[in-house]
Nanobody
Framework: VQLVESGGGLVQTGGSLRLSCIAS????????IGWFRQAPGKERERVSC????????YYRDSVKGRFTTSIDVAKNTVYLQMDRLTPNDTGVYSC????????????????????????????WGRGTLVTVSS
């Protein structure tokens, strides 16, 4: 059971990157999947979250209108399309998944990485580095 991120790299301000998060050993069809980032010297923050058939993915305010997350259940992959990048978007981006049991996806999206009934079942990737130069 693991998650593997890819797609990070160095990009100039205003550029774009698309991150991928591929699952193995389990399926995304019944999970909530979030993207997180951590900049040097700062706390980890939730960037986005989505689940299968989700009508409205979650985004933190600072990325709304610039980032888009999507899920391809057939490929067991979640994507994070990042446009109009700024240096403030620099950090290690990680994906995490948790089974959606007992509650809907929004419940787990808000609590992924924090306290919730399935905390012990969370799966995290190791991350991919995104660096945005000014």
């Amino acid at each position: 059971v693991q998650l593997v991120e890819s797609g990070g790299g160095l990009v100039q301000t205003g550029g774009s990157l698309r991150l991928s998060c591929i699952a193995s050993g389990f399926t995304f069809s019944d999970h909530a999947i979030g993207w997180f980032r951590q900049a040097p010297g700062k706390e980890r923050e939730r960037v986005s979250c989505v689940w299968n058939n989700d009508p409205k993915p979650y985004y933190r305010d600072s990325v709304k209108g610039r980032f888009t997350t999507s899920i391809d259940v057939a490929k067991n992959t979640v994507y994070l399309q990042m446009d109009r990048l700024t240096p403030n978007d620099t950090g290690v981006y990680s994906c995490a998944a948790v089974p959606r049991t007992g509650y809907d996806g929004s419940y787990y999206c808000l609590r992924l990485g924090a306290d919730h009934p399935n905390r012990a079942l969370e799966v995290w990737g190791r991350g991919t580095l995104v660096t945005v130069s000014s």
